[in-house]
């Protein structure tokens, strides 16, 4: 049975940091792209990372966040990190891990379709006000 468990979840100032972990049972995280998303309230969920298998390791993400987070793998903890910097109040959201098998990835490009990924997490928070 397949697992992903988001944390590192909370409330932090404008400016501050968050790192996210998403733990991995069931399947290796070198051997699935993982991508992290959003929702805000009223807002659709919205991709903000993803990384490629560990054969590749590309690591990409939207301008709303580029240069402030950073998406990370450690295989022998089986755990992906999500380091989140500069935060502002529009970063307050959910935020999701999930997987995909790197078949249904195009090489070379993120995939920020959210029906293309086989698991999910169940989220955690990120509240950002001061």
């Known amino acids: 049975q397949v697992q992903l468990v988001e944390s590192g979840g909370g409330l932090v100032q404008p400016g501050g940091s968050l790192r996210l972990s998403c733990a991995a049972s069931?399947?290796?995280?070198?051997?699935?792209?993982i991508g992290w998303f959003r929702q805000a309230p009223g807002k659709e969920r919205e991709g903000v990372s993803f990384?490629?298998?560990?054969?590749?390791?590309?690591?990409y993400y939207p301008d709303s966040v580029k240069g402030r987070f950073t998406v990370s793998r450690d295989s022998a903890k089986n755990m992906v990190y999500l380091q989140m910097n500069d935060l502002n109040p529009e970063d307050t959201a959910v935020y999701y891990c999930?997987?995909?098998?790197?078949?249904?990835?195009?090489?070379?490009?993120?995939?920020?379709?959210?029906?293309?990924?086989?698991?999910w997490g169940q989220g955690t928070q990120v509240t950002v006000s001061s």
């Open positions: 999930a997987a995909v098998f790197p078949t249904t990835v195009v090489f070379g490009n993120p995939l920020w379709a959210l029906n293309e990924y086989d698991y």
């Open positions: 990384i490629s298998t560990s054969s590749d390791g590309r690591t």
């Open positions: 069931g399947l290796r995280v070198d051997a699935y792209a």
